[in-house]
C-alpha cells in the first residue's frame, strides 16, 4: 500500500506539469483554433525566467572587510549581494533564498507579453491555414527560441534551488497513519502539486465566473455570432494567447527546483503535452487537466522496478500505448466535442 500511494503522489507530480501545459495548448487551440508547438517552448523560458532574476538577484560586488587582512597583508575584502545593500543582510539573503517563488510575479508579465507578441507577429497569420502549416512554423519558431536560450545559458542544467525552508522531505505516511518513515516525499514537489492545483482552479474559475471568461466561451463555441454582437472577440483571443503562455511560464518556474532547466526542455514536454491534449480531447480544458493526472499516474506505475522487471521499457512507452488503446475506443478522446479537427 505504502508503494501504491508513493507511485500515485509521483503520478500527481509529473500529471500536474502536463496538466498545466497541456491546460495552455488547449486554451489556445480552443480560442484560435491554432495547433501551438511552440508552447514547450513557452514552458522553458518560463523556467529561464526563474533562473535570470535568481542570478539578478545574486549580482554582487566586492566590500571591505573590517579588521581583516589577507596573507599578503592587503585589506580583505568579500563579494556582497546588491540587495544586501537595499534591504539589508538578513532580508536581502531571504529574498535570494525565495527566487523562485518570487520568479512568479517577474513571469507573468514577461509571459504574457512574450504570448501577445507571438500571437500578434506570427500566429495571426495562420489562423485560416491548414493545421500543417501551423504545426511546421510554430515548430520552427520552438527550435528558435531553444536555440536562443542555448546561446545565452549554454547547453548545461543549471541548478536553482528551491528556498531551504522547502528543500527536506514530508513523512507523508505518518499523516495518513503508517508507521513514521514508511512514505518519505520531497516538500516542493508537493508545493508543485498544490500551486498546479491553485492555478488550474483559476483558470476554470476565471473562465466560469468573470464576464470576460464568459464572452471567451461563446466565442469557442459560435465566434461569428459574437464578433456580430460588437464584441472585439480577436482582442480578447489575444488576450488568452497571453494568459495561456502565462500558465506555460508559471509551469516552468515552479518546475526548476524539481528539473534543473536545460535549453531543451521545452521539447521534453511537448510531446508528451500534445498526447495529454488529444487523450483528453482536442479543445476540451476538463479533458486536459484529467488526461495530464491520468498519464502521469499510469508513467509514475510503469517506472516501479518490479514492472520494469516484467516489462523492460514499459515506463517510456506507456503513455503512448494508452494514448493509442484511448484514441481506438473514443477517437475524440475522453472528452472531445464533435467536430473538433475532424474536417
Not at 509529473?14 to 480560442?31: E, N, V
Not at 525566467?49 to 539578478?56: D, G, I, Y
Not at 491553485?198 to 459560435?222: K, N, S, Y
Amino acid at each position: 500500500m505504502d508503494a501504491i500511494i508513493l507511485q500515485i503522489l509521483n503520478g500527481l507530480d509529473k500529471g500536474s506539469a502536463y496538466a498545466l501545459i497541456a491546460l495552455g495548448l488547449t486554451l489556445i487551440f480552443g480560442t484560435l483554433g491554432v495547433v501551438n508547438f511552440a508552447h514547450g517552448a513557452l514552458f522553458m523560458i518560463g523556467a529561464f525566467c526563474a533562473v535570470t532574476l535568481s542570478r539578478l538577484l545574486s549580482l554582487s560586488h566586492e566590500v571591505e572587510i573590517p579588521g581583516e587582512v589577507d596573507f599578503l597583508g592587503n585589506q580583505a575584502t568579500r563579494e556582497q549581494p546588491y540587495v544586501y545593500d537595499i534591504f539589508g543582510e538578513a532580508m536581502g539573503s531571504s529574498i535570494i533564498d525565495w527566487a523562485v517563488p518570487l520568479s512568479i510575479l517577474f513571469a507573468i508579465p514577461v509571459m504574457i507579453a512574450i504570448g501577445v507578441i507571438m500571437e500578434r507577429g506570427l500566429i495571426k497569420h495562420f489562423y485560416k491555414r491548414p493545421h500543417a502549416d501551423q504545426i511546421l512554423v510554430t515548430f520552427g519558431l520552438a527550435i528558435v527560441l531553444q536555440e536562443i536560450i542555448k546561446y545565452y545559458y549554454g547547453a548545461n542544467p543549471i541548478p536553482t534551488p528551491a528556498p531551504s525552508a522547502f528543500t527536506g522531505s514530508f513523512d507523508f505516511g505518518a499523516l495518513i497513519g503508517f508507521d513514521p518513515n514508511t512514505i518519505i516525499y520531497p516538500y516542493w514537489r508537493l508545493v508543485y502539486f498544490a500551486f498546479a492545483a491553485l492555478i488550474i482552479g483559476a483558470v476554470f474559475a476565471f473562465l466560469q465566473f468573470t464576464t470576460f471568461g464568459m464572452v471567451v466561451r461563446a466565442g469557442m463555441a459560435d465566434r461569428e455570432t459574437v464578433g456580430l454582437l460588437g464584441i472585439n472577440i480577436d482582442k480578447r483571443f489575444t488576450i488568452m494567447f497571453g494568459l495561456a503562455a502565462a500558465v506555460a511560464g508559471l509551469a516552468g518556474v515552479m518546475y526548476t527546483p524539481i528539473n534543473s532547466p536545460n535549453y531543451h526542455m521545452g521539447m521534453d514536454f511537448l510531446v508528451l503535452s500534445f498526447v495529454v491534449v488529444v487523450v483528453g480531447g482536442m479543445g476540451s480544458l476538463p479533458g486536459a487537466v484529467l488526461a495530464g493526472f491520468l498519464l502521469g499516474i499510469l508513467e509514475s506505475f510503469a517506472s516501479m522496478r518490479e514492472v520494469i522487471a516484467i516489462i523492460p521499457g514499459i515506463n517510456q512507452v506507456i503513455i503512448y500505448l494508452v494514448a493509442i488503446v484511448i484514441l481506438l475506443t473514443r477517437p475524440r478522446g475522453l472528452m472531445g466535442r464533435k467536430g473538433v479537427m475532424e474536417d
